[in-house]
C-alpha cells in the first residue's frame, strides 16, 4: 500500500524535522503539538491538519479514565503489599497514562492507514489498534528511540533514580544527623525549600526560628552521602533550611500487587494502551513509594518535626504525609491552584481528581484554602470529618490603582494548558486548542486601535512563547511574552486578563482585574459568568463568550466599563474570604501554636 493514502501522525519536534528532510508521501500531516507543526517546512504546513480531537472526545476521555481508575484502585485498595501513599501515586501516574491512551485513541479515528515515524523511518500501521501501540510508545517520555522498549533496571534508574550505595551505613549516618538536628529546631518537614505565601518568613522570625527539613525523594546514588556532607554545612550555618535525601529499599511484593490490580481493568483500549514502559513505570513506582515509606518514617522519627507541610501530598509527598501520620505529627496542605466546583458531571470528575490529589483526605490533617471556591469544591468531595479540619485563609485584595495611564486598554491573555504528559480533559485546554484561541485574540483584537493586547505563555515545550510567535497571525499589533516577569508585577498594568482554565485567573481577580473566559469551545466555565457586556454602572468580576465574533464587542465593553475602575469589595466579595478571617500571620501563629483557630463563617461560592 502506497504512502500517499497514509495520515503521517508526528508525535515530537525532530519527526517533524525527519519529515522535512525524507518528505514521505502522506494525504495528510497530523501534527500532535503546536512546537511539532513549528518544525514543519512552511510548505508543508498545507498538508497538516487539526487534531480531530472534538468536545465529545474530551467527554469520552473522561468516561473511559474514570471507569479504569474505578476498577483499578479498587482493586489496589484490597492489597495488603499496597499502602495509601503508594495508591495514590499510583492514582495520579495511572490517570495520566489512561487520559493520553484515550486521547491518542480519539485522535487516530477510523480511517486508516497512518505512517508512524520509529528507529528506522517509517512505518505503515494499517489497524487502529497497531498504529496506536506504535504512537503511545513513540509519546513515552521513558521510551528509548525506535519501538519504545527499555530495560527494567535502566527505567528504574530513569524513574525513580539510584538508591545509594551500602544502604544501611547510609540511613545510620543520615539519621545520626536528624538526631543532632532534633535539638536545634523546631522543624518543619516539606518537600520544597520554600512554603507558599512567604509563611517561612513568618515562622523563621519566631523565637525560637523554625527551620524546613527538606526531603528529597529521589535516589542520588552516590550523591546522597555528598547531599548529607551539604546538610551538616548548611546546619552548622544555620541555614533557615536543610535538605537531606531518603532511600527507597526493595519492595518486590508492590510490584505483583500492581499487576494484580491491573488485571481489574475491562476496557481493551485501556490494557493494550498501556505499553510495556507504562507497565514497568507503575511497578518501579509503586516499588519505589513502598520502599520508601519504612525509610521517610525512620528519618520522622529521628527528628520528631513539629509538623509537616506541603502545597499538595500528590506522587511521593503521600508518602511522606502518611509516614508523618503515622508518628502524631500534624500535615498542613496549603495549596495555591485554582479548584472550582462546577455544575457539570463531565467535569466534577475531574474536580474530584484534582481536589483528591491536591487535598487527598487521609493524608493531611489541615486543609488550608484560600479561595472560598476551592472551599466549595472541597464540600462536595471531602466527608464532615475533612471538612472540620479545614480553613479558611484570607490573602488581601490587591490595592485599587490611583487613576488609568494613558494609551490603549492592556489586554491579557494568561492562560494554560495540560500537555501530553500530565494532560486532564475538559477542563483544561490542549496546546492546539490553547493556541486555536490565541490566534482568535489576535484576529479579532489586534487591528483595534483602542486594545494593546499581549500573549503572555509558560515556556512549555508544546506551545512555549517561540511557537506562539512562529505560528500566531502575523497581521496585527500585538506581542508575545514568556513568564520571565512576575505574573503580579504583569497585573499592575492590565485592564483585562482573558483565559479559559488558570489560576491565573482567580489571580486577576483577587488583583481587582476583570476576567473574560474565552477558549476555542463552550464545552467548560471556570467560572460563574456573565455573558453580556457590562456598563460602568453595571459590572461584573467575570464575563464569558463562546463565540469568536462576539471577543471584540465583549472585550471593548469591559475596557471600557472597568479601565481606571479597578473591581470593587463587592465585585470581589465571591473570590475572597471576608474581612476578620485569618491571614498567612495568623496561620503562623496557629502551627506555632499546634492548633488552628476558627473562623468567621465565608460567603459560599456557588
Not at 513513540?138 to 528509548?144: E, T
Not at 482573558?498 to 489560576?503: D, E, H, K, P, R
Not at 481577580?509 to 456598563?535: D, E, I, K, Q
Not at 460602568?536 to 471577543?551: F, H, K, M
Request: net charge positive.
Amino acid at each position: 500500500m502506497s504512502h500517499a493514502t497514509a495520515i503521517a501522525i508526528l508525535p515530537k519536534p525532530e519527526d517533524a524535522e525527519r519529515f522535512n528532510r525524507e518528505r514521505p508521501e502522506a494525504r495528510a500531516i497530523l501534527a500532535l503539538s503546536p512546537l511539532v507543526l513549528a518544525k514543519l517546512d512552511p510548505d508543508l504546513r498545507a498538508l497538516a491538519v487539526t487534531e480531530p480531537f472534538s468536545d465529545g472526545d474530551h467527554a469520552r476521555c473522561v468516561a473511559r479514565g474514570a471507569k479504569a481508575l474505578r476498577q483499578v484502585l479498587g482493586a489496589a485498595r484490597r492489597e495488603a503489599a499496597l499502602r495509601p501513599g503508594t495508591i495514590h501515586s499510583l492514582h495520579l501516574n495511572l490517570r495520566h497514562m489512561v487520559h493520553r491512551i484515550g486521547r491518542t485513541w480519539a485522535l487516530l479515528g477510523d480511517e486508516g492507514p497512518w505512517l508512524i515515524p520509529d528507529e528506522g523511518g517509517w512505518t505503515l500501521e494499517r489497524s487502529r489498534e497497531a498504529a496506536h501501540r506504535a504512537l503511545l510508545l513513540r509519546l513515552s517520555p521513558y521510551a528509548a528511540k525506535g519501538a519504545g522498549q527499555v530495560g527494567e533496571t535502566a527505567l528504574r534508574r530513569r524513574h525513580v533514580g539510584k538508591p545509594p550505595p551500602l544502604p544501611a551505613l547510609f540511613r545510620l549516618l543520615r539519621n545520626l544527623l536528624l538526631r543532632s538536628l532534633r535539638a536545634r529546631g523546631p522543624w518543619i518537614v516539606t518537600r520544597a525549600r520554600n512554603l507558599i505565601f512567604g509563611l517561612e518568613k513568618h515562622l523563621e522570625h519566631r523565637t525560637p526560628p523554625f527551620r524546613r527539613l527538606v526531603v528529597q525523594t529521589a535516589g542520588l546514588g552516590l550523591g546522597a552521602y555528598k547531599a548529607l556532607l551539604t546538610a551538616v554545612r548548611h546546619d552548622r550555618a544555620a541555614a533557615a533550611h536543610v535538605a537531606v535525601p531518603l532511600a527507597a529499599y526493595p519492595a518486590p511484593a508492590a510490584r505483583e500487587a500492581v499487576d494484580r490490580a491491573l488485571a481489574a481493568l475491562s476496557d481493551p483500549v485501556v490494557r493494550q494502551g498501556l505499553t510495556s514502559v507504562d507497565l514497568e513505570i507503575l511497578r518501579c513506582d509503586a516499588e519505589h513509594c513502598e520502599g520508601l515509606y519504612d525509610d521517610a518514617a525512620a528519618a520522622i522519627e529521628a527528628l520528631a518535626p513539629h509538623c509537616f507541610i506541603s502545597r499538595q501530598n500528590s506522587g511521593h509527598h503521600a508518602v511522606v504525609a502518611e509516614a508523618a501520620g503515622a508518628a502524631g505529627v500534624p500535615r498542613y496542605v496549603v495549596n495555591y491552584n485554582s479548584l472550582v466546583p462546577h455544575g457539570s458531571a463531565v467535569a466534577a470528575e475531574i474536580h474530584r481528581y484534582l481536589c483528591d490529589m491536591r487535598m487527598p483526605a487521609g493524608l493531611a490533617d489541615h486543609f488550608i484554602m484560600w479561595s472560598p471556591r476551592i472551599a466549595a469544591l472541597a464540600r462536595g468531595f471531602h466527608s464532615e470529618a475533612d471538612q472540620r479540619r479545614s480553613r479558611p485563609l484570607r490573602l488581601e485584595p490587591g490595592v485599587p490603582a490611583a487613576s488609568r495611564r494613558e494609551g490603549p486598554y492592556r489586554v491579557l491573555h494568561a492562560s494554560n494548558f495540560a500537555h501530553w504528559a500530565i494532560y486532564f480533559p475538559w477542563v483544561t485546554e490542549t496546546s492546539n486548542e490553547f493556541l486555536a484561541s490565541a490566534a482568535a485574540l489576535v484576529r479579532q483584537l489586534s487591528d483595534l486601535d483602542e486594545i494593546a493586547l499581549t500573549i503572555r505563555s509558560k515556556p512549555k515545550t508544546e506551545c512555549g512563547p517561540d511557537v506562539l510567535e512562529a505560528l500566531l497571525p502575523r497581521q496585527g499589533r500585538y506581542r508575545v511574552t514568556g513568564t520571565k516577569q512576575p505574573y503580579i508585577e504583569a497585573l499592575a498594568d492590565v485592564d483585562l486578563v482573558v483565559g479559559f482554565m488558570s489560576t491565573t485567573l482567580e489571580e486577576a481577580v483577587l488583583h481587582r482585574v476583570p476576567v473574560l473566559l474565552w477558549g476555542p469551545t463552550a464545552r467548560y466555565l471556570h467560572f460563574p459568568a456573565r455573558r453580556t457586556p457590562p456598563s460602568e454602572t453595571d459590572r461584573a468580576a467575570v464575563y464569558a463568550v463562546t463565540e469568536e465574533a462576539a471577543l471584540a464587542p465583549m472585550v471593548t465593553a469591559i475596557c471600557r466599563a472597568h479601565a481606571g475602575r479597578p473591581l470593587t469589595d463587592a465585585e470581589i466579595a465571591d473570590f475572597v474570604w471576608p474581612v476578620g478571617t485569618p491571614g498567612v500571620p495568623e496561620l503562623a501563629e496557629a502551627i506555632a501554636g499546634g492548633a488552628l483557630p476558627a473562623a468567621p463563617a465565608a460567603r459560599a461560592a456557588a
